[in-house]
């Protein structure tokens, strides 16, 4: 069992996307360097990963057709790949989640339960369980988000078919996980008093109005289930807004005849917002004000209403800059040019998927925002998801729902306490 525990954690470091934290890892929650939470963030999140580019990027070649990454799920033309790979540094300070990647095979959570990495989290989790350091509610409610977000993919691997060493080495980072989630909690009334940064952001970043009561924007809810708040593992809730071309007399109508036409001529703009989820001093999942990652399409046409283009820009959120600065919103922009990585399939939300092939042997592909996006939405850009399911005439007619609300935030917290993964972590909190 020695040996091939010793053979992983050799081929992670080979082949995988390698640790690095030490003199360059990120100053997020205080300028020290030897700040524990400095530390912890730097094992969950700071990387070197090996990546290939497409042929947006000229400099990177030479080039070469590889269908693993685009032929499942790009209609038309699309870019080749670097035959080369180069070293990139992630130092994690963006909209994604621990101990990435966890698509399909969890490689990143699995490479935490061997050491080095195991080893350093424990000595981490433990220094942080040991800190006394005063910390902000705003800073409590980011650093629970990130614990959350390692808990979840190494509770599966606990209480999965792993074999009892892996099993064993799961069960004891998510107990120190768990104390510590319990640890910093918030109270209800340090939840509501976090900041609204996404309101906080719109003055600067040019955001539009999206929740002003009676305003252009629509809340749009159709089926009960949401693909973006289940690969969250409901730890997050997403909300999908719209921006119709004209303002509809009769919005009802207007949302079922969006269901049976084609639904990107009604829409001038859509928004996809990912709201922060946490886990507060009772032991309930109660909904924060704080927006992790916000997503706008733009659609162009011409006179006659015919689509010319879709513009996308995405705004990460940065706990450096948030921290820094509560009151700016604390969003990282990106645009259609900006460097992504490629989606490995339509339910894709993690952050550096490999390609498709075996697990640690191939390595994932950067592109721009603008292809990540019309890998799902077509290649035009337009395609709607939400009004893409299956028998429609079997649901609900779809709604607009009124601002404020709590709808959907309210939806997500339920499913996610009725969830054994949820349970469990409470009990490891000692909340209850």
Same mark, same amino acid.
């Given at each position: 069992? *020695?040996?091939?525990?010793?053979?992983?954690?050799?081929?992670?470091?080979?082949?995988?996307?390698?640790?690095?934290?030490?003199?360059?890892?990120?100053?997020?929650?205080?300028? *020290?360097?030897?700040d524990?939470?400095?530390?912890?963030?730097?094992?969950?999140?700071?990387?070197?990963?090996?990546?290939?580019? &497409?042929?947006?990027? %000229?400099?990177?070649?030479?080039?070469?057709?590889?269908?693993?990454?685009?032929?499942?799920?790009?209609?038309?033309?699309? !870019?080749?790949v670097?035959?080369?790979?180069?070293?990139?540094?992630?130092?994690?300070? @963006?909209?994604?989640?621990?101990?990435?990647?966890?698509?399909?095979?969890?490689?990143?959570?699995?490479?935490? $339960?061997?050491?080095?990495?195991?080893?350093?989290?424990?000595?981490?989790?433990?220094?942080?369980?040991?800190?006394?350091?005063?910390?902000?509610?705003?800073?409590?409610?980011?650093?629970?988000?990130?614990?959350?977000?390692?808990?979840?993919?190494?509770?599966? =691997?606990q209480?999965?078919?792993?074999?009892?060493?892996?099993?064993?080495?799961?069960y004891?980072?998510?107990?120190?996980?768990?104390?510590?989630?319990?640890? =910093?909690?918030? &109270?209800?009334?340090?939840?509501?008093?976090?900041?609204?940064?996404?309101?906080?952001?719109?003055?600067?970043?040019? $955001?539009?109005?999206?929740?002003?009561?009676?305003?252009?924007?629509?809340?749009?809810?159709?089926? %009960?289930?949401?693909?973006?708040?289940?690969?969250?593992?409901?730890?997050?809730?997403?909300?999908v807004?719209?921006?119709?071309?004209?303002?509809? @007399?009769?919005? %009802?109508?207007?949302?079922?005849?969006?269901? *049976?036409?084609?639904?990107?001529?009604?829409?001038?703009?859509?928004?996809?917002v990912?709201?922060?989820?946490?886990?507060?001093? &009772?032991?309930?999942?109660v909904?924060?004000?704080?927006?992790q990652?916000?997503?706008?399409?733009?659609?162009? *046409?011409?006179?006659?209403?015919?689509?010319?283009?879709?513009?996308?820009?995405?705004?990460?959120?940065?706990?450096?800059?948030?921290l820094?600065? !509560?009151?700016?919103?604390?969003?990282? @922009?990106?645009?259609?040019?900006?460097?992504?990585?490629?989606?490995?399939?339509?339910?894709?939300?993690?952050?550096?998927?490999?390609?498709?092939?075996?697990? @640690?042997a191939?390595?994932?592909?950067?592109?721009?925002?603008?292809?990540?996006?019309?890998?799902?939405?077509?290649?035009?850009?337009?395609?709607?998801?939400?009004?893409?399911?299956?028998?429609?005439?079997?649901?609900?007619?779809?709604?607009?729902? %009124?601002? !404020?609300?709590?709808?959907r935030?309210?939806?997500?917290?339920?499913?996610?306490?009725?969830?054994?993964?949820?349970?469990?972590?409470?009990?490891?909190?000692?909340?209850?």
């Amino acid at each position: 069992m *020695r040996a091939a525990l010793l053979a992983v954690a050799l081929l992670a470091l080979v082949q995988g996307p390698r640790l690095a934290p030490g003199p360059g890892a990120p100053l997020i929650y205080s300028g *020290r360097a030897d700040d524990s939470w400095n530390r912890l963030f730097a094992l969950l999140f700071t990387r070197d990963v090996r990546v290939r580019y &497409t042929s947006e990027f %000229p400099d990177r070649g030479p080039f070469h057709d590889d269908p693993r990454v685009f032929d499942m799920f790009v209609s038309g033309t699309h !870019p080749e790949v670097s035959s080369r790979v180069f070293d990139r540094h992630e130092d994690g300070d @963006r909209a994604v989640d621990a101990l990435y990647p966890t698509f399909l095979n969890l490689t990143g959570p699995s490479d935490a $339960l061997v050491n080095p990495l195991r080893g350093e989290l424990v000595k981490a989790l433990n220094a942080a369980l040991d800190d006394r350091t005063p910390r902000t509610p705003l800073a409590r409610a980011l650093m629970q988000a990130d614990l959350w977000s390692a808990y979840d993919p190494l509770a599966r =691997i606990q209480y999965g078919r792993a074999d009892g060493a892996i099993r064993a080495s799961a069960y004891e980072l998510c107990d120190l996980i768990g104390k510590l989630i319990g640890r =910093i909690a918030l &109270t209800r009334a340090e939840i509501a008093s976090l900041p609204d940064n996404y309101a906080d952001a719109r003055p600067t970043a040019a $955001l539009p109005d999206l929740f002003r009561p009676g305003g252009e924007w629509m809340e749009v809810m159709w089926a %009960p289930f949401h693909m973006h708040d289940q690969e969250a593992d409901y730890r997050r809730v997403a909300r999908v807004l719209m921006r119709p071309v004209s303002v509809p @007399r009769n919005v %009802p109508g207007f949302l079922a005849a969006a269901t *049976r036409e084609y639904p990107q001529r009604s829409f001038a703009q859509v928004a996809l917002v990912m709201q922060m989820m946490l886990v507060d001093s &009772t032991g309930h999942v109660v909904a924060s004000p704080l927006a992790q990652d916000v997503q706008l399409r733009t659609f162009t *046409r011409a006179a006659d209403g015919t689509l010319r283009s879709t513009s996308v820009s995405e705004f990460e959120l940065s706990r450096r800059k948030l921290l820094a600065n !509560p009151s700016s919103g604390g969003f990282l @922009r990106f645009d259609d040019g900006s460097e992504a990585y490629v989606a490995v399939s339509g339910n894709d939300y993690g952050f550096a998927t490999p390609m498709l092939g075996m697990p @640690r042997a191939t390595q994932p592909t950067i592109s721009t925002l603008h292809v990540r996006c019309n890998a799902c939405h077509g290649p035009d850009g337009a395609h709607l998801m939400s009004f893409a399911v299956q028998d429609p005439e079997r649901l609900p007619p779809p709604r607009a729902l %009124p601002q !404020p609300n709590d709808e959907r935030r309210a939806a997500v917290a339920r499913e996610k306490e009725a969830r054994d993964d949820f349970k469990r972590l409470v009990a490891l909190t000692g909340l209850r």
